[in-house]
């Protein structure tokens, strides 16, 4: 059986914890996609929440650290689970619109960012990202 991605409410709260915020963005109409330094595949920019911090704290920090962006409006889209090889997770889904990029952090583990018009082929997480970029296109299609 391969990944089962599902949608809930952006309120949602499941019976465990949510693990990973994400943050589809763009930049001036294209979408900013992330490389890692140990990886040669991009992804959209997102990371785990860390202990004690709120999903939409985690999707702020992880966009600036992963992107370098500066100022941007972000909103949560939906909670997501990702079902996998009998193991299930959960996390929130976001879209910034950045309004000004700068240098990506000496912090951070991305390597590079891409301003792209559409979601690449080589992408790190093939069997979920598609899902969740498909879901922020849908919502802001809905909102034009």
């Keep these: 059986m391969g990944t089962i991605v599902r949608f809930y409410e952006p309120s949602f709260s499941p019976d465990r914890q ?11 109409g294209r979408w900013i996609f992330v490389r890692h330094q140990q990886r040669d595949t991009w992804e ?18 992880e966009l600036t ?7 941007f409006k972000i909103v949560c889209i939906a909670t ?9 997770g959960y996390g929130r889904l976001f879209f910034a619109d950045v309004t000004s990029l700068g240098p990506v ?28 970029f498909l879901k922020v296109n849908e919502y802001l ?4």
């Design 18 to 28: 949510l693990t990973y915020s994400v943050i589809a963005a763009r930049f001036r």
């Design 44 to 61: 959209i920019a997102g990371g785990h929440i860390e202990h004690g911090e709120s999903p939409s704290g985690a999707a702020e920090r």
């Design 65 to 71: 650290e992963e992107t370098g962006a500066k100022a």
């Design 80 to 88: 997501y689970s990702v079902e996998k090889e009998g193991n299930t």
């Design 105 to 132: 952090p000496d912090i951070s583990e991305i390597a590079e960012i891409e301003l792209m018009d559409h979601l690449p082929e080589n992408l790190t997480y093939p069997d979920i990202q598609p899902v969740l």
């Design 141 to 144: 299609s809905e909102r034009q």
